[in-house]
Every structure is written in structure tokens, then in C-alpha cells.
């Protein structure tokens, strides 16, 4: 082999061997994630939607088990995305997800962050109050309580269907108590709330959840302004008022001098 050959034949394998592996550099890592929300009353379905950066010939879902992660669905999809519907989910279904996609060139792709998928309405619900009331002006504290029967021994709060925090409950009467403290509150805490409890064994399966609770957020400034406005017109009331007093007055006083001038 002639020496231009060789290098020729070096060139190319070196090329390749770069273009390979920037190829396999660019199988992004995919996202997971549940397209009407990770909380999925039970009965209900949901969709997971598994988005990857390539063209991609085969998707896989993963599901974490007692024993560890196994394959649960394969489906042959092309395009960036790829879909595993759930139908009519039960308490089996609720628990934590990852997925991987796979391009026929280059292999299979590093997995996805993992997603936890909450099947709710599995006991009966709990219920939430706001102390000291459900309107409040900004800068003021407000709790939250939820409360349940069940001796559930977490709740979860949740605002416009999103979870917030969660938190221990402890015993109150014939079951179990959960405070959420909400210190200076802002109008950005307005909004409606739920809660929702759950067992610590069973972290996945959630009760249904409590009735809404309406948190209204008034704006303590404008507050003020406002009755600050009130006061200063009423307080203008009250003098014209007088004011037409003293002229009304005046005027009597005037017109009935004259009077007794002539009579007299």
C-alpha cells in the first residue's frame, strides 16, 4: 500500500469514526412527560409523551418497580416524539416513569429524568379552611388546614390543579391535620387551592381531592387609598354641609332685621 494510500485510508476512517461519534453525542437526552397532567383520577386516561432531538425509529417506557426499573411498552414510532396511552388507569399504574428512544444507527439514547404518575380519588376526599378567612388583605398571614378522617399521614396542596407542598399531618380529634402557613401573603397567592391525602406507604396514590377553597388576595395599598379618598371626602361633606348651615342662617338672620326695624 503506497503511502498517500494509507493516509488517505487514515483520513477517512478518522472522518467517520468523528462523524459517528458526533452523531451519537447528538441523541439528546429525552423528557417525559404527561400530557393532561401527572395527577390522573382513577379510571381516567392519560397520555405520555416521549420527546427526543432525532429521528427516531423505537421508543421505550420504563416503569420502577420493588425490583428495580423494567420495560413495560415498546412502541415503533417515527418522528421526535414518542406516545404510551394509559387507559382507564388504576392504582397499578400510579408510580415513577422514565423513558429512552432508540435510532437505528446509533443505539439506544441516555434515559429521561424520571416522572412520578399520581392516581388519585382512592378514599375519600379530606377537607381545607382558611384561618382566619378566605379573604385577606395583602401582607396578612393565612393557613390553610387540611383536614382528614382517614388518618392519612401526609396531604398534598395544590393550587389551580399544580402541587405546592406537602407536609405530616398530626392527630386532631378523629383524625389526622395538616397546616399550611402562608406568612405576608401577595396577590400572586390568590388563586383556588385543593388538598389532597395519601399514606407514606403508598406515596402514588392520593384520596380524592377536597372541595375547592377560593383564596381572595385584596390589595392593602390600594385599600388604604381608597379609604383614605373616603374619608377626606367625607370629611369635605361635612364642611359644606356647615358651611350651608352658617349661610342659611345668615340669610334668616338678615332678612328679619329689616322687619322689626319698621315695626318698631
Same mark, same amino acid.
Given at each position: 500500500?503506497?503511502?498517500?494510500?494509507?493516509?488517505?485510508?487514515?483520513?477517512?476512517?478518522?472522518?467517520?469514526?468523528?462523524?459517528?461519534?458526533?452523531?451519537?453525542?447528538?441523541?439528546?437526552?429525552?423528557?417525559?412527560?404527561?400530557? !393532561?397532567?401527572?395527577? #390522573?383520577?382513577?379510571?381516567? /386516561?392519560? @397520555?405520555? =409523551? *416521549? &420527546?427526543?432531538?432525532?429521528?427516531?425509529?423505537? +421508543?421505550?417506557?420504563?416503569?420502577?418497580?420493588?425490583?428495580?426499573?423494567?420495560?413495560?411498552?415498546?412502541?415503533?414510532?417515527?418522528?421526535?416524539?414518542?406516545?404510551? !396511552?394509559?387507559?382507564? #388507569?388504576?392504582?397499578?399504574? /400510579?408510580? @415513577?416513569? =422514565? *423513558? &429512552?428512544?432508540?435510532?437505528?444507527?446509533?443505539? +439506544?439514547?441516555?434515559?429521561?429524568?424520571?416522572?412520578?404518575?399520581?392516581?388519585?380519588?382512592?378514599?375519600?376526599?379530606?377537607?381545607?379552611?382558611?384561618?382566619?378567612? !378566605?379573604?385577606?388583605?395583602?401582607?396578612?398571614?393565612?393557613?390553610?388546614?387540611? =383536614?382528614?378522617?382517614?388518618?392519612?399521614?401526609?396531604?398534598?396542596?395544590?393550587?389551580?390543579?399544580?402541587?405546592?407542598?406537602?407536609?405530616?399531618?398530626?392527630?386532631?380529634?378523629?383524625?389526622?391535620?395538616?397546616?399550611?402557613?402562608?406568612?405576608?401573603?401577595?396577590?400572586?397567592?390568590?388563586?383556588?387551592?385543593?388538598?389532597?391525602?395519601?399514606?407514606?406507604?403508598?406515596?402514588?396514590?392520593?384520596?380524592?381531592?377536597?372541595?375547592?377553597?377560593?383564596?381572595?388576595?385584596?390589595?392593602?395599598?390600594?385599600?388604604?387609598?381608597?379609604?383614605?379618598?373616603?374619608?377626606?371626602?367625607?370629611?369635605?361633606?361635612?364642611?359644606?354641609?356647615?358651611?350651608?348651615?352658617?349661610?342659611?342662617?345668615?340669610?334668616?338672620?338678615?332678612?328679619?332685621?329689616?322687619?322689626?326695624?319698621?315695626?318698631?
Amino acid at each position: 500500500m503506497t503511502p498517500a494510500l494509507s493516509v488517505l485510508l487514515c483520513l477517512g476512517l478518522c472522518l467517520c469514526k468523528r462523524t459517528r461519534t458526533q452523531a451519537a453525542d447528538g441523541l439528546h437526552k429525552p423528557s417525559l412527560r404527561a400530557e !393532561s397532567g401527572s395527577l #390522573v383520577p382513577r379510571g381516567g /386516561a392519560v @397520555t405520555l =409523551r *416521549c &420527546r427526543g432531538s432525532w429521528e427516531a425509529e423505537e +421508543w421505550r417506557l420504563e416503569k420502577k418497580g420493588g425490583s428495580g426499573w423494567s420495560e413495560i411498552k415498546t412502541v415503533r414510532q417515527a418522528g421526535n416524539e414518542g406516545e404510551f !396511552s394509559l387507559l382507564s #388507569v388504576t392504582s397499578y399504574d /400510579a408510580g @415513577t416513569y =422514565r *423513558c &429512552r428512544y432508540r435510532h437505528s444507527s446509533y443505539g +439506544w439514547s441516555e434515559r429521561s429524568d424520571p416522572l412520578q404518575l399520581v392516581v388519585t380519588g382512592l378514599s375519600a376526599p379530606p377537607s381545607l379552611a382558611a384561618l382566619p378567612s !378566605s379573604e385577606v388583605a395583602s401582607g396578612q398571614n393565612v393557613t390553610l388546614q387540611c =383536614r382528614s378522617e382517614l388518618y392519612h399521614d401526609w396531604c398534598v396542596l395544590c393550587k389551580e390543579g399544580e402541587e405546592i407542598t406537602q407536609s405530616r399531618t398530626r392527630r386532631h380529634g378523629w383524625g389526622h391535620q395538616a397546616d399550611f402557613f402562608f406568612p405576608a401573603v401577595t396577590l400572586t397567592q390568590e388563586g383556588t387551592y385543593r388538598c389532597f391525602g395519601f399514606y407514606s406507604s403508598s406515596p402514588s396514590l392520593w384520596s380524592s381531592p377536597s372541595a375547592p377553597l377560593l383564596l381572595r388576595v385584596s390589595d392593602a395599598a390600594a385599600l388604604d387609598y381608597t379609604v383614605g379618598n373616603l374619608v377626606r371626602l367625607t370629611l369635605a361633606g361635612l364642611v359644606l354641609v356647615l358651611l350651608g348651615v352658617l349661610l342659611a342662617e345668615h340669610c334668616k338672620s338678615s332678612r328679619g332685621h329689616p322687619v322689626q326695624g319698621v315695626l318698631g
